[in-house]
């Protein structure tokens, strides 16, 4: 694809352009799980949620769409196969601002340990496969808090496909990447965008500081390595429950 | 019609494309169609029509502007289609019902003006221009952008949100003082919006002084954006007939209509002072 360069009238002013912020202007701790799907992210978040539960932590979950905001306009537009890459894209964006400012934020100044089932990098990964450009992408969600610890589960793309195709009986219009034009059998459509996304995450493993995890390694074995890198990271202690 | 024979860059001149750059071959030309990247999956040379922009305050006449407008290039032989802010099949109602709960916080709100905008973009007014259509926008990004700026959203964020919009072949601003549009918008409705007048940024507990602190926000915003992006700035205060000459006359400039005579048929008479 030919690149065009930007032109001066739109392009960012280098002299205003703000620098990624890594500097924490608040107590709390954001950790986020990232991979595609069948790559066993969730349940590995789910276990490290149960654990922090038990001890009393002062913690928040949060997951990727999962506000009512966006859900009649996610529905309409999926229902009658409206979305491009950019709409598709930017009622995301929409759902997770919403998110950012009435959730994450707020948990986040007040002290939170909070953790995401995905995060700004799923966008990065998937919307980067539907052709959305990354500089576009990063811009759009440069409000976003970086994380503490972003943790990508990483499965060989033929396990993860089979747990998800295995585990339902169609796959759906846009998670199969129907849109993409890419094959007309669902099944092929699916593995060749998981495929792209695979390829988006890993492009990033480095630029964004990802903890690798082995999809494959046995559940407990895996969460035992997660818990042991969150207690490394992060001083739990204050997120502890306050003694009386 | 086509691009060609237009006179696009003669009469709008644009920051970092002086009007000699008309005379350069097509295929460099081309990406000035759009402000960055172009949306994924467009054509720009495919996009033959023209899009006419017309920014302005709420109360500047744009509405009755574009009525006019449509009825002039019709009557002239020109197809034309609309644009306007929550008018997206996917969005618009959703907005409105956002608007209705004043629940929604500044960056949502603006992530989901983007999307109603980028719907209406991509799905009605690409293949329009494709077609050859003229679009009359009412209103556009830079509304858009200037409502966020004001509410402290970076103005790099959100030219980079719209860095991949179409850029408008012409864009007027209707300038009005706040205080007229104040004036003209209570005789219109007998009361003065919640948003139109700012009210969720605790400027003012009296809704006049909260809505001439808004607009003049705003207006500071656009005068910054008329810099940018080259608006062409007319006097929203003199009379409707006064404002549509020289809006017809821009117009049939660029398109290369002869004619700019013009008089509206009765069903829109009563919009002609």
């Known amino acids: 694809m030919a690149t065009i360069t930007p032109d001066i009238a739109l392009a960012a002013d280098p002299a205003t352009a703000k620098q990624p912020t890594t500097k924490r202007d608040y107590p709390g701790a954001l950790v986020v799980v990232e991979g595609i799907d069948g790559s066993g992210k969730s349940t590995q978040l789910y276990l490290l949620k149960r654990w922090l539960e038990i001890g009393g932590y002062r913690i928040h979950f949060t997951e990727w769409n999962s506000s009512p905001l966006v859900k009649s306009a996610t529905r309409r537009g999926k229902q009658r196969r409206l979305l491009t890459a950019t709409t598709f894209s930017l009622l995301h964006a929409a759902d997770f601002a919403d998110r950012c400012e009435r959730q994450i934020m707020p948990l986040l100044h007040g002290g939170y340990l909070v953790l995401a089932d995905r995060y700004i990098y799923t966008a990065f990964a998937r919307d980067g496969a539907r052709g959305c450009s990354p500089h576009w992408l990063r811009n759009l969600y440069s409000f976003a808090p970086t994380p503490d610890i972003t943790f990508y589960f990483r499965a060989p793309l033929d396990v993860a496909v089979n747990r998800i195709v295995a585990g339902r009986p169609k796959l759906k219009y846009y998670e199969a990447g129907m849109d993409l034009g890419i094959s007309l059998d669902r099944s092929e459509s699916f593995r060749i965008f998981q495929e792209r996304i695979l390829n988006n995450y890993d492009q990033m493993v480095e630029t964004d500081h990802f903890v690798l995890m082995d999809g494959t390694v046995r559940v407990n074995k895996l969460q035992k390595l997660m818990r042991q890198i969150v207690s490394e990271k992060i001083a739990l202690q204050q997120f502890a429950p306050k003694k009386k | ?273």
């Open chain 2, 1 to 273: 019609m086509t691009r060609s024979s237009n006179k696009t860059h003669i009469r709008v001149p644009q920051n970092g494309h002086p009007a000699k750059k008309r005379r350069a071959p097509v295929a460099a030309e081309i990406p000035s169609r759009f402000y960055g990247t172009p949306l994924p999956g467009v054509r720009p040379e495919e996009l033959s029509g023209t899009l006419v922009v017309i920014e302005g305050t709420d109360g500047s006449g744009r509405s009755t502007q574009i009525s006019l407008l449509t009825e002039w290039l019709e009557s002239q032989g020109f197809a034309v289609q609309t644009m306007g802010l929550r008018r997206s099949y996917l969005v618009g109602e959703d907005i409105d019902a956002l608007l209705a709960e004043n629940a929604v916080t500044r960056m949502t709100l603006a992530l989901m003006y983007s999307t109603d905008f980028f719907d209406q973009l991509e799905r009605r007014i690409l293949p329009a221009l494709r077609s050859g259509l003229i679009v009359l926008a009412d209103r556009y990004i830079f509304t858009l952008i200037a409502r966020a700026a004001v509410r402290g959203i970076g103005r790099d964020y959100l030219h980079g949100i719209y860095e991949t919009a179409l850029r408008p072949d012409l864009t007027f601003w209707l300038n009005v003082r706040p205080e007229i549009a104040f004036d003209r918008e209570f005789k219109k409705s007998q009361t003065i919006s919640y948003w139109e007048s700012g009210r969720d940024m605790s400027l003012s507990n009296d809704l006049f002084q909260s809505f001439i602190r808004y607009q003049s926000m705003i207006k500071r915003e656009f005068e910054y954006l008329s810099k940018r992006h080259g608006f062409l700035e007319l006097d929203g205060e003199s009379s409707v007939s006064a404002v549509n000459r020289e809006l017809r006359k821009r117009i049939a400039s660029h398109l290369g209509i002869r004619s700019t005579q013009y008089r509206p048929s009765h069903a829109l008479s009563h919009l002609w002072r």
